[in-house]
């Protein structure tokens, strides 16, 4: 398995607005809550270390790849 650290970070934006909040991007919700009609708070919570294998597991989880990381499946180093 790869030596290399990897790390998961969850994030959650809370967003108050007039009317009921249509997300439609990231980039949006920004320029929403920092120059548009919206406040909002931007909070971490959650961060955590992952190995290869799991990094492996988290990509798959959201649809990536363990390539995308330069691993193969089992969290080892392609290179």
């Avoid at 920004?30 to 009609?37: K, L, R, V």
């Avoid at 990094?55 to 990381?69: D, H, I, M, T, Y």
Wanted: proline share 0%.
């Amino acid at each position: 398995m790869t030596t290399r650290k990897f790390y998961k970070t969850v994030i959650t934006i809370e967003v108050l607005s007039e009317d009921v909040y249509a997300f439609d991007s990231l980039e949006q919700t920004a320029y929403d809550i920092q120059d548009g009609g919206c406040s909002g708070k931007i909070e971490v919570v959650k961060s955590e270390e992952l190995n290869g294998e799991n990094v492996v597991k988290a990509l798959n989880n959201q649809g990536s790849a363990s390539e995308f990381f330069m691993l193969d499946e089992d969290g080892n180093d392609l290179v």
